[in-house]
C-alpha cells in the first residue's frame, strides 16, 4: 500500500541537490499525518463497493465486478 500513498503524493524537490525524488515513508508520515493511511483507503474501497452493489446489472462497474470474465476480447491463437 505503500506505493499507493507515493503516487498520491508524488515527488519533491530535494533542497540541497535541486533534483527530483520519492519520499520515504517516515517523510509522509511526518508531511502527511492520517490516523491510519491503511484504514483510509481500505474505507473508500468499501465505500465504491456499496456503491457497486446499489447499481444497475447493466452498468459496467456492477459487471466488472461482479461477472466472471469470460474470455472476449482475448486475442486468439
Keep these: 500500500m505503500n506505493w499507493v500513498i507515493r503516487k498520491v503524493f508524488g515527488l519533491k524537490s530535494d533542497e540541497v541537490t535541486e533534483e527530483w525524488r520519492r519520499l520515504h515513508m517516515e517523510e509522509l508520515n511526518v508531511q ?8 483510509v483507503i481500505k474505507s473508500k474501497r ?3 463497493t456499496g456503491h457497486v452493489t446499489c447499481m444497475a446489472e447493466r452498468r ?8 466472471k470474465p469470460d ?7
Design 32 to 39: 502527511y499525518p492520517s490516523p491510519n493511511n491503511i484504514w
Design 46 to 48: 468499501m465505500k465504491w
Design 60 to 67: 459496467a462497474a456492477y459487471r466488472f465486478s461482479v461477472e
Design 71 to 77: 474470455g472476449h476480447g482475448k486475442t486468439r491463437a
